[in-house]
């Protein structure tokens, strides 16, 4: 039987014998701060520059009428208001009451303070 080979063991790397300067690091980029792009030129959209003046979405319709299939909708309101309809007939009538809705809305119209 022979013996099993033996594996060399780690050598550890030669060190040179002429000191050398060290080189520098490339620079690297901050956080955020845009590659490849010419100074100056807007790489993201600024915030809406419009001032908040009270108002604010309350009721929303979402209608979906695709080319050749049946259209459906959605109405709702921070009111609690929840309504949807599958078909164009029912589709029409949503609309329509979603219309009424806003003369209704509790919300839109506060009911305090009225004559009764």
Do not use: F
């Not at 030669?14 to 490339?26: G, H, L, N, S, V």
């Not at 520059?49 to 319709?61: F, I, S």
């Not at 949503?94 to 009424?100: E, M």
């Amino acid at each position: 039987m022979t013996a099993p080979a033996t594996r060399p063991l780690k050598r550890l790397t030669r060190t040179p014998d002429d000191p050398r300067p060290a080189e520098p690091a490339a620079p690297q980029t901050t956080a955020g701060e845009p590659t490849g792009v010419a100074e100056g030129v807007l790489i993201a959209l600024r915030p809406n520059p419009r001032r908040n003046d009270g108002r604010y979405p309350v009721a929303w319709l979402h209608i979906t009428a695709p080319r050749g299939a049946t259209p459906t909708a959605t109405s709702k309101c921070a009111c609690g208001w929840d309504r949807s309809a599958v078909g164009h007939k029912r589709v029409r009538a949503l609309i329509d009451a979603h219309t009424a809705h806003r003369d209704t809305c509790p919300l839109r119209n506060p009911q305090e303070g009225r004559a009764a």
